[in-house]
């Protein structure tokens, strides 16, 4: 499987490089280098259904949620504190979550251990939500970036998509971004930005959800990081969570 060859090379690769000092990076989504750690959910865990097992290492699985096969379900109301106290509850084997919000919206982080992979999740009422349609989304196509780090925006070897995918036969909006550009400062400490992300979008017309799954590890050369989580397993893994929780919510 294609996948547990792609990851299983991450274990090879992650750590590697120097560590006399934490480099600086820009914000912006798949710049930070710290893996995320820790937990601040409550409550009780609720086991989903989980898809398939992508095996990474000895000891070590990634298992990719899913939901029942269906498009994602139309949610009956606006959903609440009450809601989101609910779904931030949601465990996952092989992943570490850590709620940031549970407030005015959901939103929860999945970290795999190392090698990091992030998957956060946003859902949240509708506050002038578009239709699935590229069209209307491109007008948005200027907000979107700002998930990718500032220096890396406008380099003519970044990678930045926006485009329609399919779940179950419902429409949804996506984002793409690659960009690299790291290297050393003027006192040879390691120094830039780099980001490997794929964001999904989908809004039933009263309540939505984002989902950014991306690489969150330690950095590395630019064809290094490219080769060990293409964009299709960044996609699976984003649909995969997207595809739970909007059965979930």
């Given at each position: 499987m294609r996948t547990s060859v792609v990851l299983a090379s991450v274990i090879a690769l992650a750590g590697c490089g120097s560590k006399k000092e934490a480099p600086k990076t820009e914000t912006g989504s798949g710049s930070q280098v710290a893996p995320a750690t820790g937990s601040d959910t409550a409550g009780s865990a609720v086991t989903p259904a989980a898809g398939s097992a992508i095996p990474v290492s000895k000891g070590i699985s990634i298992k990719v949620p899913k939901g029942d096969g269906t498009p994602p379900k139309a949610t009956t109301k606006t959903l609440d504190r009450k809601d989101f106290e609910r779904m931030m509850t949601l465990k996952f084997d092989g992943f570490e979550s850590s709620v940031r919000n549970r407030d005015n919206q959901?939103?929860?982080?999945?970290?795999?251990p190392r090698p990091t992979l992030a998957t956060t999740v946003t859902v949240a009422p509708c506050f002038d939500c578009l239709p699935m349609e590229l069209d209307k989304w491109k007008a948005k196509e200027p907000g979107l970036k700002m998930l990718l780090a500032e220096g890396l925006r406008d380099r003519a070897d970044t990678t930045w998509e926006l485009g329609t995918t399919d779940l179950n036969g419902q429409k949804l909006i996506y984002t793409y971004q690659f960009g690299h550009n790291y290297g050393v400062d003027e006192s040879g400490n390691p120094d830039g930005a780099f980001s490997n992300a794929y964001a999904l979008y989908y809004n039933d017309?009263?309540?939505?959800?984002?989902v950014v799954a991306e690489y969150k590890d330690d950095p590395m050369?630019?064809?290094?990081?490219?080769?060990?989580?293409?964009?299709?397993?960044?996609?699976?893994l984003a649909k995969g969570f997207l595809d739970f929780y909007t059965h979930a919510w």
């Open positions: 959901l939103d929860v982080r999945h970290s795999t017309g009263k309540n939505q959800i984002r050369s630019r064809d290094d990081l490219k080769a060990i989580v293409p964009k299709e397993d960044l996609e699976k």
